[in-house]
């Protein structure tokens, strides 16, 4: 009698498209190394299925299947009609919905921590979950205690194994470093915008939706009045694609409401201004490629602009006490400013030349901390570990077997 394969996927349940790049890869990697293994892929949304779609042609497998599942309930479908406006009812209400289908799964690949419900909740403590993570930022949500209830954690690098371990207490025997599978999408050639043939360097601001990290909602707009009156700069304003997805922004590890606003029209009229809020580019380093200098507060996608160290400039708008917090780790690698009408002109101008006279060595140290890279993809790095996790599900199931 022939063993049934193991039943591995990977879901993707989210508002935007953001996570995709960090586990996709892994994926298509799996479904190559391990052509043995049953391999899905879920999506909860039409926007997710499109960009797996796109992404995956751009991999070599434009024919992809995808699973997109549904709310089934009228009840769910209701409630979530009515709350999505402010919260993301559909994404917890999806795994209510489709109980059968997780039931049926021996691992499930994660890149958030919404799907460790299936176990608190649902009881399903058959299915080994996996996360990847999304980013090799320092945000403390980031190694909170509920990291260490994965089955399995899969890390960018050194710095976010030691976190993990000694922060959330997740085992060491529980964790995979593979490197940044992301880093397969990066362009061999950064693509340039429209507006950069003028010549000037290049800005992007990418500030955090979080209300209690992020510098958008006391200093967004002077930084926005300081470009648009500005004959020497670009800027690319790529916030994180949930700042403006909702018209509240509600973190919960520090309970905060806020409301991002609006952009006016001059801003989005600015010739040397280009604003997305939320396409593809947003996500897949087509902007942190192209800038010759970062300007942000706490978003991961600082680590994703290092690859090609340049300079960064850092926007301390909560007067935070950061020096040694390794929460505010990534502030090490530029200026830090509290005051952007006073400061930043300034920082601008030094910042090429404090690069390279002190900043260009951190950045080194530190983007080597965050991501252990070899000669090896790190997608296939990644799929080699949750294969291993396979082999170990189908020894224990079928010992006679296998053996």
């Known amino acids: ?46 926007k997710l299925t499109a960009e797996i779609r796109r992404l995956a042609a751009k991999l070599g497998m434009p024919h992809l299947p995808v699973l997109e599942l549904q709310l089934r309930k009228p009840f769910t479908r209701f ?5 999505e406006k402010f919260l993301p009812a559909k994404k917890l209400s999806i795994y209510h919905d489709n109980l059968n289908f997780f039931r049926s799964l021996d691992i499930l ?35 909170d205690k509920a990291s260490a209830l994965f089955d399995h954690v899969l ?11 000694q922060e959330a207490g997740v085992s060491p025997d529980k964790i995979s470093v593979i490197g940044y599978p992301k880093f397969s999408l990066v362009p061999d050639k950064p693509p340039l915008l429209p507006m950069q043939a003028n010549g000037r360097p290049t800005v992007l601001y990418n500030p ?27 800027l690319i304003f790529a916030p994180h694609v949930m700042l403006f997805h909702r018209p ?42 192209a800038a010759d200098i970062y300007l942000g507060d706490v978003s991961s996608q600082i680590y994703e602009f290092l690859y090609r160290p340049r300079p960064c400039i850092f926007i301390n708008s909560h007067q935070v006490d950061w020096q040694d917090d390794p929460n505010y780790l990534h502030w090490k690698t530029g200026d830090v400013i509290s005051d952007v009408q006073e400061e930043l002109d300034k920082a601008l101008e ?25 000669d090896e993809p790190s997608e296939d790095r990644a799929a080699k570990a949750i294969l291993k996790i396979a082999h170990q599900i189908e020894e224990e199931r079928y010992p006679r077997k296998l053996g």
């Open 109 to 143: 690949v994660v890149a958030e921590k919404t799907s460790l419900i299936l176990k608190s909740r649902y009881h399903l403590n058959h299915l080994k979950i996996i996360h990847t993570r999304h980013g090799a930022g320092d945000r403390a949500v980031g190694f």
């Open 79 to 83: 409630l979530a009609q009515a709350l």
């Open 208 to 234: 955090h939706p979080a209300p209690h990290l992020s510098s958008w909602y006391q200093h967004g707009r002077q930084i926005l009045e300081y470009f648009l009156k500005s004959d020497r700069y670009n």
């Open 155 to 165: 890390v960018s690098g050194p710095k976010i194994q030691d976190r993990l371990i």
């Open 1 to 46: 009698m022939a063993v049934p394969p193991i039943k591995i996927a990977f879901l993707f349940n989210h508002d935007q498209a953001h996570q995709i790049a960090h586990a996709l890869p892994t994926a298509l990697a799996l479904m190559r190394i391990a052509p043995e293994m049953e391999v899905i892929i879920a999506t909860t949304n039409d």
């Open 350 to 374: 030094l910042s090429f030349e404090r690069q390279q006279s002190i900043y260009k060595p951190v950045q080194q140290a530190l983007f080597n901390q965050s991501f252990n890279l070899t």
């Open 248 to 289: 509240f922004v509600l973190t919960i590890d520090q309970l905060r409401f806020s409301m991002p606003g609006r952009i006016a029209k001059k801003y989005w009229k600015a010739p040397n201004i280009h604003i997305d809020l939320g396409s593809p580019a947003s996500n897949n380093m087509t902007y942190t490629s």
